[in-house]
């Protein structure tokens, strides 16, 4: 690593925070270690994540709020010394830490421009943002759930249980009365809860046969490049099964602006 950074290297890094591993004083060490390094401009703090075929650790962070809210804490001086030394804020904790600790994730600017933002780190500020930009304009977002109305569909948006409430701030507003739907991953079990990581046979699995009067939207997010679910499922091929099951179902970013359009646009508005 200083090989890289005395060559001129920015370095973008990431912290895996496993508790009674890497946590307390040795996260302290690797929090002093990248305060010495200028070139680490960013450094992402990411809880452990573990599925139900490991049983090495038996906790996590997202089991209890105040251990997450403390390793918020710990991190915070550094955050605010980077701040007054180079004007970002450099040491940035993941969305599930704040979820974790049940506190509001900062404010966009603190986020230095998302620099880890696919790593999970900015998503719900910005998701959150996003919302109140688009429900701003009332009367656009209540004309696309008149016209959803019209057609008698109703709108289910599919998501990670991680991100449900997130979600449901735009999809279930009174302008859309739509439904944020949580997706429990029993595929991977564990703590993994996010949209990224759901599979097609949880969705199967979860969502009910008769799917009649549904415009299903699932999040472009779970499929890769070549289309496909992390259990091997191809996108096209789980649409058709659910179009099946009687659903409109559809593939889309779901953050709200890039949603409603892409609903306005399959309605014609």
């Known amino acids: 690593l200083e090989r890289l950074m005395d060559a001129g290297i920015e370095i973008h890094a990431q912290i895996v925070l496993c508790p009674g591993l890497n946590d307390g004083d040795e996260l302290d060490r690797t929090l002093r270690y990248c305060e010495a390094h200028p070139s680490i401009t960013s450094l992402g703090i990411v809880p452990l994540g573990f599925t139900k075929h490991q049983d090495r650790f038996a906790s996590s962070y997202s089991d209890d709020w ?10 915070r001086p550094f955050q605010e ?5 180079f004007g970002r804020h450099t040491f940035q904790m993941s969305d599930e830490f704040y979820l974790a600790a049940r506190l509001d994730p900062p404010q966009a600017d603190f986020y230095d421009g998302y620099p ?18 688009v429900l701003a304009d009332a009367a656009r977002v209540r004309r696309t759930g008149d016209a959803l109305r019209s057609l008698g569909l109703r709108l289910v948006v599919i998501s990670g249980e991680a991100a449900r409430d997130t979600v449901a701030r735009f999809v279930e507003s009174p302008e859309l009365s739509g439904e944020a739907r949580a997706i429990k991953n029993y595929y991977f079990g564990g703590n993994v809860n996010v949209t990224g990581l759901i599979c097609a046979c949880d969705i199967l699995d979860q969502l009910e046969t008769d799917l009649g009067r549904v ?14 679910t992390l259990d091997g ?13 009687g659903a409109r179902a559809l593939c889309s970013s779901t953050a709200p ?3 409603l359009s892409f609903i306005e646009g399959d309605l014609g508005l």
């Open 81 to 85: 010394r980077a701040f007054e030394r």
């Open 116 to 133: 880890q933002f696919y790593d999970g780190i900015g998503m719900i500020r910005s998701y959150l943002d996003d919302t109140d930009a």
């Open 66 to 75: 105040r251990a997450a809210r403390a390793v918020v804490e710990q991190v």
């Open 233 to 245: 499922y191809h996108r096209e091929h789980l649409l058709t099964l659910l179009e099946e099951r």
């Open 215 to 228: 415009m299903l939207i699932l999040p472009e997010v779970m499929f890769n490049a070549d289309g496909l």
């Open 257 to 259: 602006q890039e949603l």
